[in-house]
């Protein structure tokens, strides 16, 4: 790219910031970054301005990394500024991929989140009718909030996106390797998915494999889990077969069953339909009612297996009248 | 991809299409399809003008796919595959709609049944452009044959294949041949000697060079695919002569303890012949059986026979011999089928008891009297004349047997209601047989599962169809003979022994297997080795590579069910001429 200056921007839509933590995490190199490149947008750590951004001219800004869903009509406005802004524009870890925990909203409607956030909790003041309003008027002005929608999308629902960086967050060496790799200006295929494998998680994962049938599901609390076997065999619920490998599969070595944030293989549409055809493939009986049983064992399977592809998936959100 | 030119077909059946859908309609709705380029109605396109029909169209017409509507693909779908293989298309550039089973058979009104059918001819025409040409392929036919039981069946099959010149390996669990036979003393309907018929068959077998008998020996294991199969064997002591192997005296007893050593064994086809075993008459406790002494079953009663000794526990002979049929057959509550040698055996030992015992009288109580089979209803009519008392029951009316009282000149009563009096009536017996029906054996279901076939509901084993392939099982290589498929005489098992043996020769002949070009492949590149699928298959057709740390699918095994499919997380699988684009695309085209 040139002897000028990277010139990037890094932005947080629904997210939790851990993703910006993530590239914090990369620790002296984000240093390098910071040598190579002006950082002209990163609002957690820089100051700076959407007035600034939105004075750019078009394709000034070499590239973005966008975390965070997009939940509301602020991150869709900045969505659009940045990828006017920017020639290249990556969606960062899995809420900006595939909607991400954010993403588990769309299981509830707009009204029902309002009501359990503003109107009816514990925490809140009993008889308190307040909920946020796009428009207010407060001593005859006019004030405005974002938008809350209906459902939450990913990014590149709205926008254009070049490449996706998976993870919640994604690995600090596949975020300085992503890195390093646009720097160097070799770029791989638009839209590919990079700092990520192309198998699955359980090829990455050291843990022995059997052949697997289920008797019974557990927390992982439940049991002392052997340290060497396959989770899954143990009857801990692991994502790891319809993930996408990329992370160091850091969940099970510690003994965490895998919770899918990688997403799923290339050429897989719906991550937690895929965990469902697998898991449900290999219980361990032929009998109705003790199948019934063991599925008990599995409390809300759809928050286990969407946690962070919901809004990617085919199903997308729940709609009720 | 380049729009292909379809050819679209659709079959009057004679009338049993055509008499509901509207087979022109079909015809002009097919037309205005992308890519139809000649769509047409015959009357029946399975036919020899139909198919050339077909043969024309693609080399003059310049066709490059071409839909069927007819009947169902397991009908005809290798007959349109040849057709048009025979005009030098791929095989696998045909797609059939199946107008008949799926509509014209199922539906009455003539409206809805036609656009049901213009839908799955969208379906089909849709589907087609996505087929890709597929090669079957050849694999050598290993010519040694596993047969699995010593009893008529097994003994008849594995003379016919070794006669002919061709290794068998016979495995027989029990430490001698005959099976069931070899408990049976003069056989219905022509009183030919049971011995007479197994002996020279036990002889051969056991001296013939192309025979190597496992007596008291299982099969532990058997994997791999038609042609080439590879058998376990534990045999006892490791010696597969084993001792003096004449019939035995008291029917089928395990193998003995002998410490068991097992053998590998290759082999390109299977014949079970494993049989049955009898129903335990005790589970119907109005007979008394085990109860009362002088009840007792077939079997021990052809044992008396055998013996030459016609007596009552007490030593007597009995004045009084009543023969009661169906036991544990044709009943709701134990086995609905009937056992169908039964009937039979019980006149012949009407015949036996008549000729033993002169002067007793011989009562038969029975539900109906079955005598189809060649010379049987002869065999009724002659037993009928030597004065045997017949006595019509009711199904699930079980007649109740009871020990006499002190005066009376009998060991025994029998309440029956008699069907065609309409009566209750009373018969003095000092000796009861009960007809023991048939009933698949304690272990098929591990036999099933060891060879990989099916089982009904009342565990026979299943064959590929019932009446035209009746010896083939849906695993290819794997035959069934004899009772262990249902019950029948000896008859109609050395007809399927012969039969079974007669389909593999001719594998045989053939040198060579054409294994069929749809089954699943795993792209290694995608395969994370999770292992989900490894246990799915019910042809147990996938193989985990340790080394490599990836699954594989032994494409000779696989049948393209689609089970690993479906399962497989990563997307790994796909299955030949089942891919996802071919499906979503006849999705597609009945929505449309
Ligand atoms: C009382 C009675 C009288 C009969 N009388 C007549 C008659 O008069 N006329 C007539 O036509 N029919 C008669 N039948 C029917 C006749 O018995 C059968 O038709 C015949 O025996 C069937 O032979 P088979 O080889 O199929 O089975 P079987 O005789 O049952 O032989 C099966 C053999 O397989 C062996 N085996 C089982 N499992 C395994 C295994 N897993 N591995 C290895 N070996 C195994 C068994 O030990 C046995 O030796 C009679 C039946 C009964 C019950
Ligand atoms: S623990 Fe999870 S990731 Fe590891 S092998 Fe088992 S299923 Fe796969
Ligand atoms: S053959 Fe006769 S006795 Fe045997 S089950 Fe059938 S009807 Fe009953
Ligand atoms: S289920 Fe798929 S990824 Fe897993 S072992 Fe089988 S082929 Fe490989
Ligand atoms: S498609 Fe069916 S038969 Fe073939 S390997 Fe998969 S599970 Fe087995």
Redesign the interface.
């Known amino acids: 790219m040139g002897g000028r200056k990277l010139q990037i921007a890094l932005y947080w839509g629904a997210g939790c910031g851990g993703c910006d933590v993530a590239v914090l995490d990369t620790n002296e190199f984000i240093l390098d970054v910071a040598a190579l490149a002006d950082i002209r947008l990163w609002p957690i750590a820089v100051d700076g301005k959407y007035r600034d951004v939105e004075e750019m001219a078009d394709g000034e800004l070499d590239l973005t990394l966008f975390n965070g869903a997009v939940r509301n009509s602020e991150n869709e406005h900045i969505a659009r500024l940045l990828r006017r802004k920017s020639r290249l524009l990556v969606a960062f870890g899995s809420c900006a991929h595939m909607g991400g925990i954010p993403g588990l909203a769309n299981l509830a409607t707009k009204e029902e989140i309002y009501d359990r956030a503003y109107l009816h909790n514990p925490s809140i003041e009993p008889g308190n009718t307040t909920v946020p309003l796009a428009q207010t008027s407060v001593n005859g002005y006019s004030l405005e909030l974002p938008r809350f929608y209906q459902r939450v999308f990913k990014l590149d629902d709205v926008v254009d996106v070049d490449y996706y960086l998976p993870g919640c967050p994604p690995a600090a060496d596949q975020v300085r390797a992503v890195l390093e790799v646009i720097v160097s200006g070799v770029l791989p295929p638009k839209g590919s998915v990079v700092g990520a494998g192309d198998r699955g998680l359980c090829d990455e994962c050291t843990r022995t494999k059997a052949e697997k049938k289920i008797k019974e599901f557990r927390r992982p609390w439940q049991i002392m889990a052997d340290p060497e076997a396959c989770l899954l065999e143990q009857g801990i619920l692991c994502a790891g077969p319809a993930t996408r490998s990329g992370c160091g599969a850091r969940c099970p070595t510690s003994s965490i069953p895998c919770r899918g944030c990688y997403g799923p293989m290339p050429g897989v549409v719906d991550q937690g339909a895929k965990l469902l055809s697998a898991v449900t493939s290999v219980i361990d009986s032929k009998d109705p009612d003790e199948i019934d049983a063991i599925l008990a064992g599995l409390p809300d399977f759809t928050g286990y297996a969407y946690r962070f592809s919901l809004p990617a998936s085919l199903l997308q959100r729940s709609v009720r009248s | 991809m380049d729009q292909p030119r379809i050819g679209v077909y659709v079959c009057a059946c004679g009338t049993n299409i055509a008499k509901v859908v509207d087979c022109d309609a079909v015809v002009r709705a097919a037309e205005g399809l992308p890519g139809v380029a000649v769509a047409t109605t015959y009357k029946y396109m399975c036919s020899t003008p139909g198919q050339e029909m077909i043969v024309a169209d693609i080399e003059e017409k310049k066709l490059d796919r071409v839909v069927v509507a007819s009947c169902s693909p397991r009908m005809h779908e290798l007959t349109f595959r040849k057709a048009v293989k025979k005009a030098s298309m791929n095989q696998y550039y045909l797609q059939m709609a199946n107008i008949r089973e799926h509509c014209s058979w199922v539906h009455g009104d003539g409206v809805e049944a036609t656009q049901k059918a213009i839908g799955l001819v969208r379906a089909a025409v849709k589907r087609v452009a996505f087929h890709e040409p597929l090669e079957s392929r050849m694999v050598a036919m290993c010519p040694n044959t596993l047969v699995l039981g010593g009893g008529i069946a097994g003994l008849t099959a594995a003379l016919e294949l070794a006669d002919a010149g061709y290794q068998v390996y016979l495995v027989e669990k029990a430490d001698h041949l005959g099976g069931n036979l070899a408990r049976v003393d003069l056989t219905a309907p022509h009183l030919d000697s049971a011995r007479d018929l197994l002996r020279e068959r036990i002889h051969r077998v056991m001296g013939h060079p192309h025979v190597e008998p496992f007596l008291g020996a299982e099969v532990q294991s058997l994997e791999g695919y038609v042609g080439n199969f590879t058998a376990t064997v534990a045999v006892p002591g490791g010696n597969g002569a084993g001792p003096a192997a004449a019939e035995g005296d008291d029917g089928p007893t395990d193998g003995g303890g002998a410490t068991r050593s097992p053998r590998t064994l290759e082999v390109g086809s299977v014949i079970v012949a494993t049989g049955y075993r009898e129903f335990d008459a005790s589970r119907i406790t109005h007979f008394g059986y085990g109860k009362l002494p002088n009840v007792i079953t077939s079997f021990e009663f052809e044992r008396m026979v055998r013996e030459g000794r016609i007596e009552t526990v007490e030593g007597r002979q009995p004045q009084y011999v009543a023969i009661l049929h169906c036991v544990g057959s044709r009943s709701q509550e134990f086995h609905a089928y009937c056992s169908r040698v039964c009937c039979m055996t019980a006149l012949k030992y009407a015949h036996e008891l008549k000729s033993a015992v002169p002067g007793c009288y011989v009562s038969d109580v029975y539900i109906d009297m079955h005598a189809f089979g060649k010379g049987c209803e002869d065999f009724y009519r002659r037993s009928s004349e030597v004065k045997t008392l017949f006595l019509m029951y009711g199904k699930n009316d079980y007649p109740v047997i009871r020990k006499a009282e002190p005066g009376d000149d009998c060991g025994m009563l029998i309440e029956v209601s008699e069907q065609l009096s309409g009566e209750l009536i009373e018969i003095p017996a000092d000796l009861v047989i009960l007809m023991v029906g048939m009933e698949a054996r304690e272990d098929s279901a591990e036999v099933a599962r060891l060879v990989g076939i099916s089982q009904d509901k009342d565990g026979w084993f299943i064959e590929s169809h019932p009446k035209l392939d009746p010896v083939a099982t849906t695993t290819e290589g794997v035959f069934i003979a004899g009772t262990c498929a249902a019950p029948k005489d000896i008859p109609d098992s050395v007809a399927q022994a012969r039969a079974a043996a007669a389909r593999i020769l001719g594998k045989i002949a053939r040198g060579s297997i054409e294994v069929d070009a749809v089954f699943a492949e795993i792209d290694e ?12 298959c019910p042809y147990s057709a996938i193989e ?1 590579k340790a080394d490599e ?1 990836r699954s594989r699918v032994i494409s000779a095994l696989c049948k393209a069910c689609g ?1 690993c499919v ?7 699988i796909r299955a030949r001429h089942f891919t996802d684009e071919q499906i979503f695309a006849e999705i597609v085209g009945v929505l449309a």
């Open positions: 590149e995608a395969c994370s080795g999770c292992r989900i699928c490894n246990e799915l985990y740390k089970a479906a399962a497989c997380p990563s997307g790994a």
